[in-house]
């Protein structure tokens, strides 16, 4: 059974580091993009990025880039999302999500196995 | 930028038909998907490509996709389809991009 275990909730100041992660169980964890989704409280969801865990491909939408960080261990089956300096306008519900296919090639955009999220808060 | 554009909200009565669109420049040239997102859970792919169905997913769950528009209809609509629906899409200059979401209430 496909299972994305993802950390818990996180309550941070603006300015702080955090890194979030997504442990991924019952399938072949490199050979799968894993993809980041936000969705700030009450509103849609928005796509971060994507990343191939075989080889590290990470890819960002245009309007992520800079702003986050994608990576993976597949040591450890486990995929991360990272701010270094974390913003209010940061808070929001941050999910990760495997795609359909298998294979590096396959359209990365297709998401059929979802973790529960985790939500962060960005407060002073 | 490429957008999709959503109705923010639809509503039916149980056991009709309804169609949920999204429209976008050329989307008929692109491969849709749909997601269903009940309030305080992860959403649920429930049409990739268009009009392909995931293992577990209802018959009564369908998708068009041509011109400008994609389509997600659903035949004979239950209670607990009720729920928040996005499209999504990829453009090669925008990468991935979801529409803004419709809520369907079954009444």
């Known amino acids: 059974e496909v299972q994305l275990e993802q950390s818990g909730a996180e309550l941070k100041k603006p300015g702080e580091s955090l890194k979030i992660s997504c442990k991924a169980s019952?399938?072949?964890?490199?050979?799968?993009?894993l993809a980041w989704v936000r969705q700030k409280p009450g509103k849609g969801l928005e796509w971060l990025g994507t990343i191939y865990p075989a080889d590290s491909d990470a890819r960002y939408s245009p309007s992520f880039e800079g702003q986050v960080t994608i990576s993976a261990d597949k040591s450890i089956n486990t995929a991360y999302l990272e701010w270094s300096r974390l913003k209010a306008s940061d808070t929001a519900m941050f999910y990760c999500?495997?795609?359909?296919?298998f294979g590096s090639g396959s359209h990365k955009d297709i998401l059929s196995y979802w973790g529960l999220g985790t939500l962060v808060t960005v407060s002073s | 930028s490429f957008e999709l554009t959503q109705a923010p909200a639809v509503s039916v009565s149980p056991r009709q038909a309804v169609s949920i669109t999204c429209s976008g420049d050329k989307l008929g040239d692109k491969f849709v998907s749909w997601y269903q997102q009940k309030p305080g859970q992860s959403p649920v792919l429930v049409i990739h490509q268009n009009n392909k169905r995931p293992s577990g997913i209802p018959e009564r769950f369908s998708g068009a996709n041509s011109g400008n528009t994609a389509a997600l209809t659903i035949s004979e609509t239950e209670v607990t389809d009720e729920a928040d629906y996005y499209c999504?899409?990829?453009?090669?200059?925008?990468?991935?991009?979801f529409g803004g979401g419709t809520k369907l209430t079954v009444l």
């Open positions: 999504q899409a990829w453009d090669s200059a925008t990468d991935v991009v």
């Open positions: 999500a495997r795609t359909l296919f």
């Open positions: 019952g399938y072949t964890f490199p050979n799968y993009w």
